[in-house]
């Protein structure tokens, strides 16, 4: 192991070190330890540059901010209301639809961290038995597009750099949908 791969791999685990055992944000951690790189001249800032205008990249930081607009509208709070009204069995379905139709179209990460707060806090189910069924819900919806996921946005971004033809919106659908049903 050479000098190069020593620094990389000591600034790695000093970004694991203080992501577990500081309280400072992770983005502060992630920036200085990019300028470490930068200063023991392990990473070029024209590479930065140009994985930070990666299209999948812009793509999902667009879709995080629709759906934390979406957050912010008295929206969410009633369709939580709506979701966890009933018995049980309607709400978990009520629940499960609404995810997945939702995940499929808007980030599947942002449509869960929407739905947590009022299923955490109706006063009918057991915020325990609706909120993996959530999460499970939110993958399986993401699966359904393009932008469902950030993995496949990701991937299609990487595909296209290498030259390769991207995938389609609904490339997808037929494996999500029926795996959804499943």
């Known amino acids: 192991m050479n000098i ?6 000591l600034v790695f685990f000093s ?10 944000k992770p983005s502060s951690i992630f920036a200085a330890c990019t ?3 930068i200063l023991l001249q392990q990473l070029d800032i024209s590479h930065i540059l140009q994985n930070v205008t990666n299209t999948g990249l812009v793509t999902l930081v667009l879709l995080l901010l629709v759906s934390n607009s979406i957050d912010k509208t008295a929206l969410v709070v009633r369709l ?13 379905w009520r629940m499960f639809a609404v995810t997945f139709a939702s995940s499929a ?3 599947n990460t942002a449509v869960v961290a929407s739905l947590i707060g ?22 399986l919806g993401g699966t ?6 950030s993995t496949n946005l ?11 033809p991207g995938f389609a919106f609904f490339d997808f659908t037929l494996f999500g949908v029926t795996a959804g049903l499943t």
């Open 35 to 37: 300028l470490a790189l």
């Open 4 to 9: 190069d791969q020593t620094l990389v791999l």
């Open 80 to 92: 939580g209301r709506k979701i966890t009204s009933g018995s049980y069995a309607k709400s978990f």
């Open 118 to 139: 009022p299923i955490k806090h109706n006063s009918l189910h057991p915020p325990s038995k609706l909120l993996i069924p959530l999460s499970y819900a939110a993958i």
């Open 154 to 164: 990701i991937v299609d971004s990487f595909l296209i750099e290498h030259g390769h």
């Open 144 to 149: 359904v597009t393009l932008i469902g996921t």
């Open 105 to 107: 179209l808007l980030n």
């Open 15 to 24: 970004t694991i070190v203080a992501l577990i055992f500081t309280s400072k």
